[in-house]
């Protein structure tokens, strides 16, 4: 298996919804904090599926 450096956008994407998560487990953000768990994970799902597939 090779792995390949994700595109800017997806590297983006996936810190920001990281990012989002934490603060929204520290900070009670109504909408966000009951899926802060969520974000993080989503974000570190799609940051290993960008360095996996080529494209992405």
Known sequence: ???SAPKQTTFTVAVLLGIVGVLAKIVPI????PYAF???VIGFVLLA???L???L
């Open 49 to 51: 599926l960008g360095s």
């Open 30 to 33: 109504a909408a966000l904090s």
């Open 53 to 55: 597939y080529r494209g």
């Open 38 to 40: 969520w974000l993080v």
């Open 1 to 3: 298996m090779k792995l």
